[in-house]
């Protein structure tokens, strides 16, 4: 099934439960696999139009009011174009929002480089009180959902809404701000978050085969980090490799760099290379910008260096 | 109306001046521009509970134009949300009461304002959530001349008349001046009355929005337009920095600006002694 199958899912059973549950689209609730909601939930799904800023301070005069809105748009107009609003309407005022952005990085493929945010990771990162959640598959996601809806508070779901490859178990319980260890390892960490995730376990296998075990850690929640988890699996194995679908700066590179800035461990980076997107499939992308299986061996050996 | 109407607002403008001649700076002038507006709303039209600011169902008014925040909580202590001393904490590092309005610092504060354009949204989506709770809640919201050259106003006067929220009631503190120059030199807004109705929003124009009648009168308007599936602008034709000439003289430079505690004892002698002469007039008439 789609991600956004899953999320829309999701959502119409938080609703069905709770009337305070509302959704406020930007006139991309198709893209978000909502559009369906809108008959069986007319109270509670709101279409703003194409007013992204609009759309994320009605949803904290909402949240004023005791609703809890799930907003959502393209990766990069949920998040960049309406900055402000979220630091101020939302995290500064308190708002208990839910901020849901689709098609993050290279996943937004034919829409190319305009709809592609390598940096909202970052952007939202560094506001204050800010929950950074993405998921890596079917199973996680729905794990997640009604966690972040009982988390009080505004967090934001960057969410890849096609269809993924499965990654976590059926009986996967997600503990919000906790990593998930995917592979236990001995010589080299990888801190992994969203999109590359298959791809890097594909690689721990490979490199496997040359002797070489590689810790699979998937950081979920990138803030705030599981600083613990990640300084625990980094001092034992001394070797430490991020891989993402975000610029190496500003998401969860610099996250892990932040958690273990006091531990003299060399941390190696592998993201978009501090670079604006561009058109094309998701095979042909994840070459450009480095992100196959392949790369990920190469960099985790020169991590191992 | 109700002649007690004037000595509050009297009150309203006074404290405001106090706190912010006590702190020694402040943004005056767009502060005592809406005193008759604030208090129009505190006194008379609002369904408030001061002991119970967070009342269900409660009237409530979003100030999007939150540097007006030392006018808001003059009002405020007058209602009796706050004792009037807390008004010299203004701006002051610890204070409940900071330069612009925050719902999570002051009792009373409806929602945190202060970056142009983001309240009155989120007014309108109070707006909404009142519509979906059911609970016969009148929302007001106030927002600048010079805030409405923010796109994201026009975005809600959009969305507000499409959802036709007929229980929001905005106000215009339409004092032609912003920070840089006139708001007509700088990116003119003329004419609002009639893009408020191109956007599909009853208007109002109140030609003198600093005169408490007038004031009163508009609001017991729109609240008459309930039922009508339009939101109501109220546009209020007001003097920037009123009541205090000096401060008027300064035309632009009275957004922001030093204010010192003899200036402010000196305006409010001279308010008081103006509005006891106007009561003993009204006396022998």
Redesign the interface.
Known sequence: MEMRAAYAQCLAQMMEADRHV?VLDADLSKASGTRGLYERFP?QM?D??I?E??M????????????TPWIESFTPFATRRIC??I???IA???MNVKIVGTDPGISAELNGGTHMSMEDIGVLRSIPGMVIVEPVDEVQLRAAMPVLQAYKGPAYLRLFRKETEKVFPDDYRFELFKADLLREGRDLSIFVSGLPSADTLRAADMLAKEGILAEVINVHTIKPIDRESVIASARKTEHVLTVENHNVIGGLHSAVLEALAAERIPVCALGIPDRFGEVGKLPYLKEVMGLTTENIVRKAREALK | MDTSLSQRCLDIRCDCLKAIGHLGVGHIGGSLSVVELLTVLYFEAMNIDPSRPKMPGRDRF?CSKGHAGPAVYAALANRGYFPKELLLTLNQGGTSLPSHC???RTPGI???T??L??????????????K??GDGAMIYTLIGDGESQE??VW??A??AAAKKLDHLIAFTDYNKLQIDDTVAKVNDIAPLDEKWRAFGWNVINVEDGNDLLQVSQAVAQAKGFIGSGKPTMVILNTVKGFGVPEIIAMGTGNHNCPFSEQQADDAIRALREAFAAEAAKGKEA
């Open positions: 509302v109270e709101f703003c139009g007013a800023q609009n994320a301070s009605i949803a904290a005069g909402l949240a004023s009011y005791g609703f402000d609003q630091a101020i309407s500064y005022a308190g | 979003i925050d719902m999570n409806d929602m945190t202060g970056s354009g983001q309240g009155f949204s989120c007014a309108v989506g109070a707006a909404l959530g009142s979906l709770e796109g994201q975005e809600a959009m969305f």
